[in-house]
């Protein structure tokens, strides 16, 4: 018997990212889990308005995702108890900077991927940002004969319910290969 | 020391999902991995327009999110290995209807969520498709306290890379908590 308990989105989880973008100059980073894939090039960040963040993601058209590793919970989550108007959060990391000069990457983190911003989308409460990926950066160490190995960049997983932060389990199939038997 | 290993997309891991929508008056079933969170209520999908079932999201304007379980990854992997046009997906699963009436939900997965169609961006290859949640349907067993509780879910986690199949791990740590030790 299902229970219906209310219009609740319940789209998780979904892997904690850290937003970078430059806001008036200074390397600003924002613990973002509403994201998404919407094709092959194409990301989707949903931010609300009140972000600091947001400023410097219109301001220089580029941003930042940043993957941390379990390791980083703490700093991760601090990035979203405290706001870039009050705290300098560049003095957490260390920064880098790609070919867009403009999106700041946190090299503690195991991979990050520079973003040009191509579409914002104005929801009531929301910037929606949709970003095109310019080029991905990973440590040597969580590649697996050239591919990105999840199990080696230990990702934080996010559900809004119980507010919980969850590692990520065992690879147990194959996609495209574990059902050609029921063919 | 950071690789550029090119503009790979590797907002990763993603929660799988089978996509219902009627088409032609029979559900039919997607799965699908590039989906996201916009704003609290709302989820967005980018679905290939190759894909059969993108025909019945259009016409009735409403579709459903599944949540299938470990326990339905073959049955999940093999709705990607047949097209709708060619092979009724109708018969592998029981579908239950909610207040939308068109969008078919499946029983057999212990969550479900009912979404109304609000927009649909055109990309290139690509329907990105807006949703508004509805109303959200669970097994009773999947709720601790009234809450889902993604650790009796057990979702399926894709991965590009490799195209894996991923199971959720342990819940570690509390968002808006774990950080303000750093404070």
């Not at 410097?56 to 390791?71: A, C, Q, R, Y």
């Not at 990702?155 to 038997?181: C, D, N, Q």
Request: aromatic share 10%; with cysteine.
């Amino acid at each position: 018997m299902k229970k219906a308990i209310g219009p609740k989105n319940s789209l998780y989880p979904l892997p904690v990212v850290l937003v970078g973008a430059l806001v008036n100059g200074t390397p600003n980073y924002a613990p973002i889990a509403h994201v998404g894939i919407l094709d092959f090039g194409s990301v989707s960040l949903g931010m609300g308005k009140i972000h600091f963040t947001n400023a410097g993601i219109k301001e220089n058209k580029t941003f930042s995702l940043n993957f941390p590793s379990v390791d980083l919970v703490k700093q991760t989550d601090y990035c979203g108890l405290v706001s870039g108007m009050h705290v300098d959060k560049s003095r957490l990391f260390e920064a880098f900077f790609g070919s867009l000069d403009t999106a700041p990457m946190i090299r503690e983190c195991p991979m990050t991927m520079e973003c040009r911003l191509v579409r914002t989308i104005d929801f009531p409460k929301h910037d929606i940002f949709v970003g095109e990926v310019v080029q991905t950066y990973c440590d040597e160490e969580v590649l697996t004969d050239g591919e990105v190995d999840y199990a080696k960049i230990r990702p934080i997983l996010f559900t809004m319910s119980g507010h919980g932060y969850w590692k990520l389990g065992e690879r147990f199939a194959t996609a495209w290969e574990v059902g050609k038997e029921l063919k």
